[in-house]
């Protein structure tokens, strides 16, 4: 295996030469994604200010390329890692271009001045984060999420081995986190970096991660692949979460199921379900869900909203016993729900559910 291109060794971080996080071991090879996560105000953000020199060191060492990072010059290490950091910035009367090129600078002599080859080499960072279009826009006119791709051109600029991001995709919707991070996974194979960064959205986390590190105020609480890391006990537990659930298969939170005895049935299966077990739990409606194989889409949504929810073994047709159960649940409901269109041998108990739903005029078919 490779050597780290980053590695702490009984790091100890803080402010005002007071530790608030010790003992903090991290090693990150090239190819490699490693994502810091935990409650805000944890100390992600220290971590990360640590290992770029841009707070000092309370204890310990941190290793850049086999080499004690405090013995670096600044230009040596600006050559080897690059940052991408939260704060705005808003360059005065700078291009797109301009903001990229100055990656450029740790290869300039002392008057910065750009040789072609520079030049060329910024231009190509930007069409790598597919901002080549951006390049004679003024830089403080254009939004979060452009901003977001040059700045990542001019880290890339640095032609770094470690890239340090912090939140890299704070202020960006949706569909520019995802540009950002499908382009960062692309530059991590392409070039074969190491990318350090913290992240608040535990499903992108998940998703992109190679190893995640979970920071839980004064220490590492525990460190792994995503695999490991990413289970609904777990993540409760890192984050003091009280209420609600987290789903480790889907990556994404649900809030409280509602209280009481359940007043709608609701026949589900296959997706069909979880938007209608959030419309009711939205309406403070308490409801069970039925019957549902454990392997479905829909079971653990349902888990998590339902007051109860009648189930039967993967890969199983529905049995008699469960049937039985989902009706004398749907006996005390006031209504029946049935999202589900198509019916078949697996799921052909469901379908005489709704018919007997049918058969007691409980069946609500007004589309929901």
């Known amino acids: 295996m490779s050597e780290p291109r980053l590695r702490t060794e009984r790091l100890s971080v803080g402010y005002h030469k007071k530790a608030l996080i010790s003992g903090i071991e991290l090693e990150l090879r090239r190819g490699r994604i490693m994502t810091l996560i ?12 640590s290992l770029i020199r841009q707070l000092p060191l309370i204890g310990g060492a941190v290793y850049l390329g086999g080499e004690d990072m405090a013995a670096l010059s600044e230009r040596d290490v600006a050559r080897k890692l690059s940052v991408l950091m939260t704060a705005h910035i808003r360059p005065e009367l700078m291009t797109c271009f301009d903001v990229a090129a100055t990656g450029r600078y740790p290869y300039t002599g002392r008057l910065g001045i750009l040789t072609q080859e520079d030049r060329d080499k910024t231009a190509r960072s930007l069409e790598l984060v597919h901002a080549a279009d951006l390049a004679d826009r003024d830089f403080s006119r254009i939004s979060d999420g452009q901003r977001q791709r040059v700045l990542l051109a001019r880290a890339l600029n640095q032609e770094p081995e470690v890239l340090v991001l912090d939140e890299p995709t704070s202020f960006l919707d949706i569909r520019h986190k995802l540009e950002l991070l499908a382009i960062l996974k692309d530059m991590v194979r392409s070039r074969n970096l190491a990318v350090v960064m913290s992240l608040h959205e535990l499903d992108l986390a998940q998703k992109i991660s190679d190893w995640v590190v979970c920071v839980r105020g004064d220490s590492i609480a525990r460190q792994g692949p995503p695999e490991e890391i990413f289970t609904a006990e777990y993540i409760r537990d890192l984050y003091g979460a009280a209420r609600g659930s987290y789903n480790a298969l889907y990556g994404s939170l649900e809030l409280e199921a509602a209280s009481g005895p359940p007043e709608v049935f609701v026949i589900g299966g296959g997706g069909a379900g979880i938007p209608v077990y959030r419309r009711l ?4 409606t308490p409801f069970a869900a039925g019957v549902l194989g454990e392997n479905d889409l829909d079971y653990p949504v349902a888990r998590a909203l339902a007051v109860e929810t009648v189930s039967e073994k993967p890969f199983r047709p529905i049995g008699e016993e469960a049937f039985r159960r989902a009706a ?4 005390g409901c006031a209504r029946v729900l049935c999202p589900v269109e198509d019916f078949g041998e697996m799921n052909e108990g469901n379908q005489r559910l709704r018919e007997l739903a049918r058969n007691q005029g409980k069946l609500d078919e007004s589309g929901f």
């Open 38 to 49: 935990g409650p805000n105000g944890a100390g992600k953000s220290t971590i990360l200010k």
């Open 281 to 284: 739990q939205r309406q403070g």
């Open 328 to 331: 004398a649940l749907m006996e």
